[in-house]
């Protein structure tokens, strides 16, 4: 079992280009989350669901988009990239039971020129 | 907005030390948790204690929240060259989106060997 599988890993992007960050879940977990994390600042939350069809906003919604058509994956899109979107973003479940743990995925590091 | 505040930012010891790190938070809340972070990897759970109670174990972890000082700290006994990495503590609000967890900027721990 991967967990959480989020694709690509890596990408670099031009100002004001358009791309599509996946998160991919096999643990059956109604919660998915995702995080920006830049140095100094911890990670942030962007925007999370609490199941299939469902999406709410975090601390730093704007820029990004989301979807979560089906209950194992979660979407994040950037509509026009900016450099201030560089950063590393994570994907995050926990099961619909309070008083659990996350478990994160790997990170995909994005890059604004 | 940031709830926990680890201190301090940065520890460097040596190996066969015990490492603490502490986490302050404002708000009150169901549970907080600790996570690490290898470098250019996702946060990993560690440990998870509830707001009723006062000490946890696990292996060679041992974290302790005082909710009436809104504090907490990790410990890690006989530490280990492999403990290197950034330790952030998160926070669950008491009366927040359930599984909303609020992280802390981050102990960078570095053990010498």
């Known amino acids: 079992n991967a967990g959480v599988t989020q694709t690509p890993k890596f990408r670099v992007l031009k100002t004001g280009q358009s791309m599509t960050l996946l998160c991919a879940q096999d643990m059956n977990h109604e919660y998915m989350y995702w995080y920006r994390q830049d140095p100094g600042m911890g990670l942030r939350l962007i925007h999370y669901s609490v199941g299939e069809g469902t999406t709410a906003k975090g601390e730093v919604p704007d820029g990004y988009n989301v979807s979560r058509l089906k209950k194992q994956n979660f979407l994040l899109g950037l509509e026009s990239a900016a450099p201030s979107q560089t950063s590393v973003y994570f994907c995050a479940i926990s099961p619909l039971l309070s008083n659990y743990g996350y478990t994160f995925g790997s990170g995909t590091r994005l890059t604004v020129v | 907005s940031q709830q926990g505040e680890e201190d301090p930012q940065a520890l460097s010891i040596q190996e066969g030390e015990n490492a603490t790190m502490n986490c302050s938070y404002k708000t009150s809340i169901n549970n907080l948790q600790w996570y690490r972070q290898n470098s250019g990897r996702g946060l990993v759970h560690l440990i998870l204690?509830?707001?009723?109670?006062r000490e946890k174990h696990s292996g060679r972890l041992r974290v302790t929240l005082d909710t009436s000082k809104k504090s907490s700290s990790l410990l890690i006994t006989a530490s280990r060259a492999a403990d290197t990495a950034s330790y952030f503590c998160a926070t669950e609000n008491y009366g927040g989106s359930q599984g909303n967890l609020i992280f802390g900027k981050g102990t960078k721990l570095s053990v010498k060997p």
């Open positions: 204690i509830r707001s009723n109670e």
